[in-house]
């Protein structure tokens, strides 16, 4: 089967306590309006009215060509790391998504980039990492191209 990944939560506490982000910059801080802001630590949108951060995010270890860099939502207080079996709440809320392969030097494996409808992301992230060459599978926004989560094995 497969493991829905979010971000680190040590760079997500880094972030909560004023630390860089993949920029450089301290996070910003907003309200959320309870729809389309999924934190990427606790895989929920963060709710309606509650304070959110907005933070340059790169899910990489190594910096190369194919180490993107983009936006990310975090609930501004702490949040329990997403945990369950099986895909969560955030990976349902598009229609589609950006699934793409990666070998365990982190670039990107040709030809696994695709767009996903949501209800195929957890055949497609078997079907990938049933390959030799996938170490993992992020997926990312179809819209936005906004990093959501990490599939590993």
Not at 35 to 42: D, G, K, Q, S, V
Not at 61 to 75: K, M, N, S, T, V
């Amino acid at each position: 089967m497969f493991t829905v990944h979010p971000i680190d939560p040590a760079a997500a506490a880094r972030l909560r306590a004023g630390g860089p982000d993949a920029h450089g910059n301290p996070a910003e801080r907003a309200v959320s309006n309870g729809a389309h802001t999924p934190c990427r630590h606790c895989l929920h949108d963060v709710p309606a009215g509650a304070e959110m951060l907005i933070a340059a995010h790169c899910p990489f270890a190594g910096r190369h060509p194919y180490a993107e860099i983009g936006p990310i939502f975090l609930c501004a207080h702490a949040c329990p790391p997403w945990s369950a079996p099986g895909l969560p709440p955030v990976l349902g809320a598009s229609p589609d998504y950006l699934m793409k392969g990666y070998g365990r030097d982190e670039r990107i494996v040709a030809g696994t980039g695709r767009v996903v409808a949501a209800g195929g992301i957890a055949a497609g992230a078997v079907a990938l990492l049933a390959r030799s060459d996938i170490a993992f599978v992020d997926i990312r926004s179809a819209r936005n191209n906004c990093w959501l989560a990490r599939i590993g094995r």
